[in-house]
T-cell receptor, first 114, second 111 residues
């Protein structure tokens, strides 16, 4: 089954403790991205990747890092999490980074930073 | 500034009462307009892609249309299971440009 898989689904942690949210897709998609979703603000893009070793900032990249060493994986790293990063996070992928292919989303990671 | 807005913010319908959701956009070089459905606690689920003004797509009780400045999602004879938040997003022309999402319309269909 074609899917985007995120782990963990839920995480409660404390300020400053480094964490990584993993994302994997099995569709051989070139384009992958990370979003956060906050009430009243909608979905905002954090980082995206056009392909392996090609990443770029989205609208809200501060406090986040990403890497794309393999085509299927696109982890999101919070090196020193803060409470304002408490949010619902989604990973998404699409066939390419150009054109009109839709993105397909994972089921989300609910992150709480205390 | 590139922008995507949606109206209404929330909509309550009786089962069988048809209506339309609006998505207005101001972006340069539209590469595609996308409609998604999002259920609580889930990721957005892709519904439609529209690319050219005048284009229409249908799926069950949903029909999406596109003009040069807006898109409509028409819901015909909705059922309670159509209750969800409906998001629209646009993709712009620039290489690697991200998707810009609207804030969504929260639809409730009452039995």
């Amino acid at each position: 089954e074609a899917q985007v898989t995120q782990n963990p689904r839920y995480l409660i942690t404390v300020t400053g403790k480094k964490l990584t949210v993993t994302c994997s897709q099995n569709m051989n998609h070139e384009y992958m991205s990370w979003y956060r979703q906050d009430p009243g603000l909608g979905l905002r893009q954090i980082y995206y990747s056009m392909n392996v070793e090609v990443t770029d900032k989205g609208d809200v990249p501060e406090g986040y890092k990403v890497s794309r060493k393999e085509k299927r994986n696109f982890p999101l790293i919070l090196e020193s999490p803060s409470p304002n990063q408490t949010s619902l996070y989604f990973c998404a992928s699409s066939l390419t980074g150009v054109g009109n292919q839709p993105q397909h989303f994972g089921d989300g990671t609910r992150l709480s930073i205390l | 500034e590139d922008q995507v807005t949606q109206s209404p913010e929330a909509l309550r319908l009786q089962e069988g009462e048809s209506s339309s959701l609006n998505c207005s956009y101001t972006v340069s070089g539209l590469r595609g307009l996308f409609w998604y459905r999002q259920d609580p606690g889930k990721g957005p689920e892709f519904l439609f892609t529209l690319y050219s003004a005048g284009e229409e797509k249908e799926k069950e009780r949903l029909k999406a249309t596109l003009t040069k400045k807006e898109s409509f999602l028409h819901i015909t004879a909705p059922k309670p299971e159509d209750s969800a938040t409906y998001l629209c997003a646009v993709r712009q022309e620039n290489y690697g440009q991200n998707f810009v999402f609207g804030p969504g319309t929260r639809l409730s269909v009452l039995p």
